[in-house]
């Protein structure tokens, strides 16, 4: 009988801490990830959602403990040439041009990652195909974060790192989202995303980051009292 070691996890993030501006944000987060795993990051503002993020892309370093990428560190420089072109990040800030088209805002970004002929089947997965050849300047905001996610579609990385990709998404549009993620977990993504939003996603780990401050009396908890 041969004894088989279990498979390393693709992420594993091991006692990581990390301070922004000399402020301790994330303490001793242990997480680890496997091929078509997902991990739902919740907390209230500031909690440090984007900061979790961020450190994953390689934005921030750690201050304490490791995130090992199969077994490596991420910070090394050799290691984070290789473990970066995994990464498909989607942020508030969308990198939409409004003077392109809706389609060229899709396709640089697939040709730049040496693709091609994925981007109009993804606008249109996105409801998006009517209105692929018109200027982006014309898009709603939910239909710029329908764009956003053609762009991971298109792009197709196996590590999707989401900050709040649902906001500005009407019903069907979280739908869809809920979809792409499940589809791409299939073929063995991962699938990280934070959001205050409730979102379907199977089987998915969620990390609750506590409040970095004690909660003081709001007009919220005031108009509550009032009525
Ligand atoms: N560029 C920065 N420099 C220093 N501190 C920062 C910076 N950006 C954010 N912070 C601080 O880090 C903490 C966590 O911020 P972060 O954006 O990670 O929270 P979040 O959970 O994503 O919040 P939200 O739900 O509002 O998006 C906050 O207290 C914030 O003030």
Redesign the pocket.
Known sequence: MSLRRPPLPRLLLNNVSCM??A?Q?LRHVNVSLHDGGALV?M????????????MLAGFSKPSAGEILWNGHDITQAGIFHQYKLQLNWLS?KDAIKDRFTVLDNVQWFEVLEGKQGGSLPALELMGLGRLAKDKARMLSMGQRKRVQLARLLAIDRPIWLL??PSVALDGDGVKLLEYIIAEHRKKGGIVIV?T?LPIEIEDAMYLR?PP??PRRMTLVDMLDRGG
């Open positions: 922004r501006n402020q944000i990051l907390g209230t503002n500031g909690s440090g959602k984007s900061t979790f993020l961020r508030l900050d709040e934070a205050h980051l970095r401050f």
